[in-house]
């Protein structure tokens, strides 16, 4: 499909990723952590209503909600909910996003140049370009990530929605549509109203490429290292002085390797460093600890105990302290009692002509929460690929053909 043939899902997606977004970890404390994502609340909220839709609201909380009314004969089945989150992540440039359309025709995909350098990706490094040649790739300028994680998610669901207001006798269930924030920093939907949500199940709409279904996700939580140290003059440190950053890097040390997001895959959990700020006085390390198995999640933590007792025991007193805060859990623990909406979603697929690809998803949904909530909720693919960082980018081919697969996923609860 030429990009010159702009359909309602690309066009929604140009414009929403051009609105800033990004969460921001040091205000976790408050909901939205950001301002700025009321911006792309209160769109979304004004083209809801052009659309046709009911209890258009924006909570104190920056959660979008609304409700489309059932098709002829479908108003007695269970209501569907839809879901996206608003934010993007802060690990990557969010601000000033350019985004523009590639025709791929193989090797290096280039996005953009910057400082003289071109930003680009391989095949070798991401195979999945081999089967893209041809495709148009919406990517950003190389300065910025593309926010695809979740705006394709929202601009999906958002030309269902008007694919619907335009062809009311396609069949689906009442719909609830949610629009989140601040899924990137864990608190997703922890405040969305379930009750006045009003729906039996529901998907988000917030994984990777196209085909992918997950309904198994890690557990988590982040984990906090203070050190503490003692500072004195380094002319008269012998025995005396204790250097936090030098703590720091022995308990570090005392992690595993080999469990680190690099070397790991599949089901494979891991401890990841996100971030360390340090001086002699004091130190603190930013980790994240994620596995699909409760157990070993478990061991994971216990492990990152022990170090800091191993250090607190060779200096004799309590100088290393770890605090955990639980972000997620496992939802496979929930969704497996409802292998009905696994089985929907495979045929929702195959409908649209993507061969499913079941897998465990490497991180976390706002599915999550909700599974654990009473909103089974498994998750669907976006199309998009590289996200949280420059090279992110999505054929406009997934854009329309997630479109495509919502629309028999609705048709299949009516």
């Known amino acids: 499909m030429s990009y010159q043939q702009q359909s309602d899902v690309l066009e929604r997606f140009l414009r929403y990723v051009q609105i800033n977004t990004q969460s921001s970890d040091a205000n976790c404390d408050q909901v939205p952590s950001s301002a700025c994502q009321f911006d792309l609340a209160n769109l979304l ?68 140049t910057v400082d003289g350098k071109p930003v680009a990706l391989t095949p070798e490094k991401v195979p999945a370009l081999r089967e893209l040649v041809g495709e148009d790739l919406v990517c950003t300028d190389g300065t910025t990530l593309l926010g695809g994680d979740d705006k394709a998610g929202v601009a999906e669901i958002m030309a269902l929605v008007a694919r619907i207001a335009a062809n009311p006798e396609l069949p689906h269930p009442a719909l609830g549509i949610c ?22 199940y529901a998907y988000t709409v917030d994984g990777g490429p196209i085909g992918g279904l997950e309904w198994e996700c890690f557990n988590a939580c982040e984990i906090t290292v203070d050190f503490e140290g003692f500072s004195i003059h380094p002319g008269d440190a012998k025995d005396r002085m204790v250097n936090a950053s030098n703590l720091f890097a022995e308990y570090h040390s005392l992690l595993p390797a080999c469990e680190r997001p690099e070397h790991t895959e599949g089901y494979e959990g891991f401890i990841h460093i996100e971030g360390v700020s340090s001086t002699v006085t004091h130190a603190t390390a930013r980790y994240i600890v994620r596995d699909h198995d409760a157990k070993r999640f478990q061991e994971k933590i216990d492990l990152m105990q022990r170090a800091a007792d191993f250090v607190n025991a060779r200096l004799g007193e309590q100088r290393v302290t770890v605090s955990m805060k639980q972000q997620y859990r496992n939802m496979a623990e929930v969704v497996a009692e409802y292998p009905q909406l696994i089985d929907v979603a495979k045929e929702a697929f195959e409908a649209a002509g993507v061969t499913p ?15 654990f909530r009473g909103l089974p909720c498994p998750n669907l693919s976006t199309g998009v690929y590289c996200c949280h960082g420059v090279n992110e980018f999505i054929p406009v081919s997934s854009l329309e053909t997630m479109v495509d697969v919502l629309e028999k996923l609705v048709a299949r609860f009516a």
């Open 179 to 200: 629009f989140c924030p601040d899924e990137e920093i864990g608190h997703g939907a922890e405040l969305l109203d379930i009750p006045s949500f009003g729906c039996t």
């Open 357 to 371: 690809q079941v897998l465990p998803i490497r991180g976390g949904t706002d599915g999550a929460q909700l599974s």
């Open 45 to 112: 909220a004004d083209e809801l209503r052009e659309l046709g839709a009911l209890d258009v609201a924006v909570s104190e909380h920056a959660y979008v909600t609304a409700h489309i009314p059932a098709s002829a004969g479908a108003e007695d089945r269970p209501a569907l909910g839809l879901i996206a989150h608003l934010d993007t992540t802060e690990v990557a440039p969010g601000a000033g996003v350019k985004p523009h359309i590639v025709s791929y025709a193989g090797g290096d995909l280039v996005c953009g």
